[in-house]
């Protein structure tokens, strides 16, 4: 059993910056690379930022510059930190985990239950 939780999302004014934490626990035997996925209504889901395990970064073209993921390699844990906010960051933001639960199982994906940013303009 795995569990990724987010935290950190809430309501903020344009231009104001927020963290996004995620956690991954259970069992855990090795992670691959973690990231950010975000989702506004009537929209598809996009890829908003993912670190790897080498620690290797890519972002999205429309946080370049603006968004950082980093890591807690001792916590399973990876961060997002969103600063200069605009109304179009709008959206849940679901976090995501490559990782292997043993030395016997193959990769997989798993999914937090995702957490809302608001941007007022």
């Known amino acids: 059993q795995v569990q990724l939780v987010e935290s950190g999302g809430g309501l903020v004014q344009t231009g104001g910056s927020l963290r996004l934490s995620c956690a991954a626990s259970?069992?855990?035997?090795?992670?691959?690379?973690m990231g950010w996925y975000r989702q506004a209504p009537g929209k598809q889901r996009e890829l908003v930022a993912r670190?790897?395990?080498?620690?290797?970064?890519n972002y999205a073209d429309s946080v370049k510059g603006r968004f950082t993921i980093s890591r807690d390699n001792a916590k399973n844990t990876v961060y997002l930190q969103m600063n200069s906010l605009k109304p179009e960051d709008t959206a849940v933001y679901y976090c995501n985990a490559d990782l292997k639960e043993t030395i016997m199982t193959k990769r997989r994906d798993y999914w937090g239950q995702g957490t809302q940013v608001t941007v007022s303009s």
């Open positions: 670190i790897t395990s080498g620690g290797s970064t």
């Open positions: 259970g069992s855990i035997f090795s992670i691959n690379a």
